[in-house]
């Protein structure tokens, strides 16, 4: 786990703790249905968890969930989470990313056509 904070435009970062995926017993992402940034990581005792938005804790599950199956291939549980967003053959993780890549270019250009109608002063 690592805190992070800034200084002026500095930004520092500190390991606070240290975990083994292999001592991971379960991720319990609390509901599926709401958009909610918390979690629990259970090792030997249980850790809740927040993560900067709900978006961030599904990737941080998918993450670990691929470093599991690459590695270790235990038996590893993933609870209240929408399978939706965790499996790789969902529409939002495709192979080759088309979706993200489109949302990521309209995000952009929306920004580049707020900044160009801003009035400079």
Do not use: Q
Not at 84 to 89: A, I, K, Q
């Amino acid at each position: 786990m690592v805190k992070h904070w800034r200084v002026d435009r500095e930004e520092k970062y500190e390991i606070v703790e240290k975990w083994f995926l292999k001592d991971l017993e379960m991720i319990d992402g609390k509901e599926a249905d709401t958009d909610n940034p918390y979690f629990d990581m259970h090792f030997h005792k249980v850790y809740k968890m927040e993560a900067y938005s709900c978006a961030s804790k599904y990737t941080f599950a998918r993450t670990l969930n691929e470093l599991n199956a690459m590695y270790l291939k235990k038996d590893f549980k993933i609870v209240n989470f929408d399978d939706t967003y965790l499996n790789d053959d969902s529409f939002w993780s495709s192979s080759n990313r088309d979706c993200l890549v489109v949302m990521r270019f309209c995000f952009y250009a929306s920004n580049l056509l707020c900044l160009s109608l801003c009035p400079l002063s």
